[in-house]
């Protein structure tokens, strides 16, 4: 009975490892960019360290992040999506509490118009700051953040509506994190007149999650075992080097003033508390603000 019970299991693990997960991620709306491509390599990364078989393929039509989030929770046409935590979305979805950016996508440089430089020079305290209007997503948790401490927000729904209404100065600054800010500058810059203004950021604590549907609990604890396998053997952090280390160079963080804001949408069980799983500002050189 013991032998036949042991087969059984070996044969179910087998089974288990020879199945190939099919795991379909959104198509961007706009055109892929290396924050695009991160999250796909990382996932990548995860499932090779479990050893299981999978194809990951994009879904066939293109959804902006609003309808993806919608697809996921009513577990259509994807079963993945990655995204800003908030505690509606953790409620709506199950997150797994890895932040696949280590907490960069909060530490925000702002991109101006270039006739706008002199304006940001006599910015010496938040009080200043507020007074200026700036520009983002209509339905990203960001918005929300900066609306709680205290600013005039102007949204559109794309990134790409937004930096027009930058360049068309239908507002004063789009805040956007270092991994996005450098090639989204270089895409515009020529054109538009758009800079990153050289002496100021904004900071506050957020976390890019992958999240699935509600009920997929094995595909969640699956991709959390292998980011957590790659956070130990050190595969996370080359990976996220490989690929922002020399944004973050750029970014000369430790020579710019960071406005700290509050984050009250961050939900409890973000886990701050884990020191390896963040991006460390003080190995670049940032004091305290």
Do not use: C
């Not at 696949?100 to 706008?116: E, T, V």
Request: a positive charge.
């Amino acid at each position: 009975m013991n032998k036949i019970l042991v087969g059984f299991i070996l044969l179910f693990s087998v089974n288990a490892k020879s199945a190939s997960w099919q795991i379909t991620f959104p198509r961007p709306a706009e055109s892929t960019s290396t924050i695009d491509e991160y999250p796909i390599q990382l996932l990548s990364l995860a499932l090779d360290q479990t050893g299981v078989n999978y194809q990951l393929k994009h879904s066939e039509n293109s959804l902006t992040k609003g309808k993806a989030l919608d697809r996921l929770q009513d577990n259509r046409e994807i079963n993945i999506v990655w995204g800003m935590t908030n505690s509606q979305r953790e409620k709506e979805l199950l997150p797994i509490r890895i932040p696949i950016f280590k907490g960069l996508i909060g530490w925000r440089l702002l991109l101006i118009r270039q006739d706008m430089a002199g304006r940001f020079k006599y910015i010496q305290q938040l009080e200043h700051f507020i007074k200026l209007s700036p520009l983002q997503g209509r339905d990203w948790p960001d918005t929300k953040v900066l609306q709680y401490n205290g600013f005039d927000v102007i949204t559109e729904r794309t990134s790409s509506a937004l930096m027009k209404m930058l360049s068309n100065a239908q507002g004063d600054f789009f805040p956007r994190s270092i991994i996005e800010v450098w090639e989204e500058l270089a895409e515009n810059d020529s054109v538009n007149r758009i800079q990153v203004q050289p002496t100021l950021g904004i900071h506050y604590p957020s976390a890019i999650y992958f999240f699935v549907n509600k009920r997929s609990v094995p595909l969640a604890n699956l991709i959390e075992k292998g980011l957590e396998k790659a956070i130990k053997n050190g595969k996370f952090e080359a990976l996220f080097l490989e690929h922002y280390k020399a944004y973050i160079d750029k970014s000369q963080i430790e020579k710019r003033n960071f406005y700290q804001l509050e984050n009250t949408f961050l939900p409890e069980k973000t886990p701050l508390d884990r020191k390896e799983l963040w991006f460390d500002a003080k190995m670049h050189g940032l004091t305290e603000q």
